[in-house]
């Protein structure tokens, strides 16, 4: 049974960092490109940031980019994100994606920045 656990979701202060892991099972983790999405109410899901499936490659939306970074570790079959300097309008539920032979996604973490 595939799964995409997403876990580190919670309230923190503008400024403040989280890390968002995404725990995958049931398929073969090592040949998956991985990405981060958000989604906030009333605007489209968006892409937040891309990782191939070795590893070498990252992309991320401009309007992270320097604040964000992703990560993988593929002996623990697991994505990270680690956010830094948050802002309110990073106040979202985050998706874990995997794809290449198929698309799976998470449940979603939300993430809430607010003082």
């Known amino acids: 049974q595939v799964q995409l656990v997403e876990s580190g979701g919670g309230l923190v202060q503008p400024g403040g960092s989280l890390r968002l892991s995404c725990a995958a099972s049931?398929?073969?983790?090592?040949?998956?490109?991985m990405s981060w999405y958000r989604q906030a109410p009333g605007i489209e899901r968006e892409l937040v940031a891309l990782?191939?499936?070795?590893?070498?490659?990252?992309n991320y939306a401009d309007s992270v980019k320097g604040r964000f970074t992703i990560s993988r570790d593929n002996a623990k079959n697991t994505v990270y994100l680690q956010m830094n300097s948050l802002q309110p309008e990073d106040t979202a539920v985050y998706y874990c994606?995997?794809?290449?032979?198929?698309?799976?996604w998470g449940q979603g973490t939300q993430v809430t920045v607010s003082s």
């Open positions: 049931g398929f073969t983790f090592n040949n998956y490109d």
């Open positions: 990782i191939s499936f070795t590893g070498d490659t990252t």
């Open positions: 994606k995997a794809a290449w032979s198929r698309v799976y």
